[in-house]
């Protein structure tokens, strides 16, 4: 039987958490630099405990004013200060609720900036691995954040997104495209059924590129969060495809 890890980015304080734990396999927690804060942690981190969820460190840029979305300039130093920090303190909110981090994903600018930039990319992951050489990171499927944690042996889950459309070379669609974001279900499933089944996304310029689908991201902040997760979860289903964590 196929299976697939379906993640989501909870604990930015919009709303849907309760109903989507319910609906996935791993929970990237905001862990305060670009969202959140002490007690939506330890109310995410509850959450996912209850339902049996994987909890991963969603790392940002110290950047609440614009969600973490906008490329800050800091050196080497400064970006492993930023992501062991806010692992770090995660997981010790984890530990006192009975769990633990499994999973690292940069979040917003991070994530796409290191996706792009080996150099980035080789700080993240150098990073994660120096903290905890058990950690997974979650990164961008054919990217520079797969490849250069491959080189230093940390494990890694290679991401695609179900409500995001790609380019050509295997990049995410500007949010700033009117053609970025997918919201309709539908176009969602068959997208992600494509990409799990098959190893084939289709790209905003009609071209079929191959990919490799890992885990499967819904973000948590969009309005039909939940409806699109209870709709990808129906079609995974009906496909005979499980959803079961990358750690599980």
Excluded: W
């Amino acid at each position: 039987m196929l299976t697939v890890d379906l993640n989501c980015d909870v604990g930015e304080g919009c709303g849907y958490d309760a109903e989507l734990m319910g609906l996935v396999s791993s929970a990237n927690i905001a862990c305060g630099y670009h969202a959140g804060d002490e007690e939506t942690m330890r109310k995410t981190v509850d959450l996912a405990v209850e339902n049996g969820v994987t909890i991963g460190a969603h790392p940002g840029y110290p950047d609440r004013e614009n969600f973490g979305r906008d490329v800050m300039d800091l050196s080497a130093s400064e970006i492993v200060r930023i992501v062991t920090d806010q692992i770090n303190a995660l997981a010790e909110i984890a530990k006192t609720a009975g769990g633990k981090v499994t999973h690292v994903k940069p979040h917003g600018a991070l994530y796409n900036q290191s996706a792009r930039d080996p150099e980035l990319a080789s700080v993240i992951a150098r990073a994660i691995a120096d903290l905890d050489d058990r950690l997974i990171l979650f990164g961008l499927s054919g990217s520079h954040s797969i490849s250069e944690a491959e080189k230093i042996g940390l494990r890694t889950a290679s991401e695609v997104f179900a409500d995001r459309t790609y380019q050509s070379d295997g990049s995410l669609t500007p949010r700033t495209d009117l053609k970025a974001l997918i919201q309709d279900q539908e176009t969602a499933s068959t997208q992600v059924l494509d990409m799990i089944k098959y190893g084939r996304v289709r790209s905003v310029d009609a071209i079929m590129i191959p990919i490799i689908a890992q885990t499967v991201c819904i973000h948590g902040d969009g309005d039909n969060a939940a409806n699109f997760a209870r709709a990808i979860n129906r079609a995974l289903a009906q496909s005979g495809i499980e959803i079961k964590a990358i750690d599980a």
